[in-house]
């Protein structure tokens, strides 16, 4: 069960995972080949070697970032998510394929000091921050649990994402034509019937503040590529996202 009190947020964070958690394999249908083609391949790419590290999942929901990255060689990862529902299900599936993954209930906003890790990495959690100084308190815990030097490495949503675009790649974005960091707004997934994420716009010089403030330096925007599998005997074959539906940032905890 989760642990301490939830605020407002947290809670319908909370409940909308819970209820998606039901319907996992339908989300998956729509929204898995990007993460497998896109996601996947470039966050690995930008991490690097991950042998004989400790990883931290930020908003593991069912847990697919914290098993590829066990499977690559990670010595100790653990995985947290605000979702009850969704820690259970990446529960089941360590259950029936133990790779010896620690899941946890817990929220990005009051995360406790879990372990000195190295790397952090945080998927679509960002933007679930309704303030600014959420989204502060949210990198401050992520930083908190790095050694000094240790990476972040954060799919956020892209500020200026194509609609067109998103709904190619299995979202449906329903923003502002001219939002104001903060404001909220819908992202859907087309499974039937259509499952809605209500998230927050933030700018790239927003959170890159929020970074900077929270103790986070060496910021970078990292390049997205798409990778798929060539022909038989061929090598993968690889192209650049133009306007992909999310960014990924990298950032290293600032030494003393």
């Not at 605020?7 to 958690?21: I, L, N, P």
């Not at 989300?27 to 898995?32: A, F, N, T, Y």
């Not at 900077?212 to 690889?238: N, Y």
Request: hydrophobic share 40%.
């Amino acid at each position: 069960m989760p642990t301490g009190v939830f605020t407002r947020q947290e809670e319908s964070v909370a409940q909308q995972y819970d209820e998606f958690a039901n319907r996992n394999s339908d989300i998956e249908r729509v929204v898995g080949p990007y993460r497998e083609e896109v996601e996947i391949p470039s966050l690995c790419g930008v991490l690097g070697p991950v042998r004989g590290k400790r990883v931290l999942d930020v908003g593991c929901g069912d847990g697919v970032y914290a098993r590829v990255i066990k499977q690559r060689g990670a010595a100790h990862v653990v995985g947290v998510d605000v979702s009850a529902g969704m820690i259970e299900l990446a529960r089941a599936i360590e259950a029936e394929q133990p790779l010896g993954v620690e899941y946890r209930v817990h929220d990005a906003t009051t995360m406790p000091v879990l372990d000195a890790f190295d790397v952090v990495v945080a998927a679509a959690v960002l933007h679930y921050a309704d303030t600014r100084s959420t989204l502060v308190r949210m990198c401050e815990r992520m930083c908190a649990n790095l050694v000094p030097g240790g990476r972040l490495l954060a799919y956020v949503g892209n500020p200026t994402a194509d609609p067109r675009s998103a709904q190619a790649n299995g979202f449906v974005l329903h923003r502002p034509a001219d939002p104001h960091d903060g404001a909220a707004y819908t992202i859907s997934v087309p499974t039937v019937p259509p499952i809605a994420l209500r998230v927050h716009y933030w700018s790239r010089e927003s959170m890159q503040e929020a970074l900077e403030s929270a103790g986070f330096t060496d910021i970078r925007w990292e390049a997205l590529e798409r990778v798929r599998v060539g022909a038989t005997g061929s090598p993968p074959v690889r192209q650049p996202v133009a306007s992909p539906v999310n960014l990924l940032v990298s950032a290293r905890r600032r030494e003393p």
